[in-house]
């Protein structure tokens, strides 16, 4: 399982910014659909977002969020709350790793490394901690590092 820790810095919203082009705010519709590309706040991502994960560092603040229609390499697929109580990061990775896997099988009806993808997340660090975040997004990046996706890869009934 692979795993991305936010770590808030205001140099790797300046990288992000400069390697995708995106200089303002994702737009989102009525149903909190993204449907213009832009910047999405880390710790404001929705589930069914849809980013490019190429190129970022482990220092997340943003991501370049954009309409699943386009090409892209990373969706969020699931979030959820950590407890309270001190930072732990082994705690943390111990607990993602397996919600975030199910979350994906979920997500997309089954095994899912046979698409092309794999399960990934990003953690509040120590710093976000303090200061009270406690989400967990889980999302899947494409195993190739390219934007090989032009859809979602939700399940549709």
């Given at each position: 399982?692979?795993?991305?820790?936010?770590?808030?810095?205001?140099?790797?919203?300046?990288?992000?910014?400069?390697?995708?082009?995106?200089?303002?705010?994702?737009?989102?519709?009525a149903?909190?659909?993204i449907?213009?590309?832009?910047?999405?706040?880390?710790?404001?991502?929705?589930?069914?977002?849809?980013f490019?994960?190429?190129?970022?560092?482990?220092?997340?603040l943003?991501?370049?969020?954009?309409?699943?229609?386009?090409?892209?390499?990373?969706?969020?697929?699931?979030?959820?709350?950590?407890s309270?109580?001190?930072?732990?990061?082994?705690a943390?990775?111990?607990?993602?790793?397996?919600?975030?896997?199910?979350?994906?099988?979920?997500?997309?009806?089954?095994?899912?490394?046979?698409?092309?993808?794999?399960?990934?997340?990003?953690?509040?660090?120590?710093?976000?901690?303090?200061?009270?975040?406690?989400?967990?997004?889980?999302?899947?990046?494409?195993?190739?590092?390219?934007?090989?996706?032009?859809?979602?890869?939700?399940?549709?009934?």
């Amino acid at each position: 399982m692979r795993t991305k820790a936010w770590l808030v810095s205001l140099l790797a919203v300046g990288v992000i910014g400069a390697l995708t082009g995106c200089t303002g705010a994702a737009q989102r519709d009525a149903d909190d659909q993204i449907t213009g590309a832009g910047k999405v706040d880390a710790f404001e991502m929705r589930v069914g977002d849809c980013f490019i994960t190429a190129k970022l560092s482990d220092e997340i603040l943003e991501v370049p969020g954009l309409p699943c229609s386009q090409p892209h390499d990373g969706e969020v697929v699931h979030i959820f709350a950590l407890s309270d109580g001190d930072y732990d990061e082994t705690a943390i990775m111990a607990k993602a790793d397996p919600t975030c896997a199910k979350a994906t099988e979920d997500y997309v009806g089954g095994d899912y490394k046979p698409l092309g993808i794999d399960s990934w997340y990003f953690y509040p660090d120590p710093q976000a901690w303090s200061n009270g975040s406690r989400d967990v997004i889980c999302y899947i990046a494409t195993t190739s590092g390219e934007n090989d996706l032009s859809a979602s890869v939700k399940r549709t009934e």
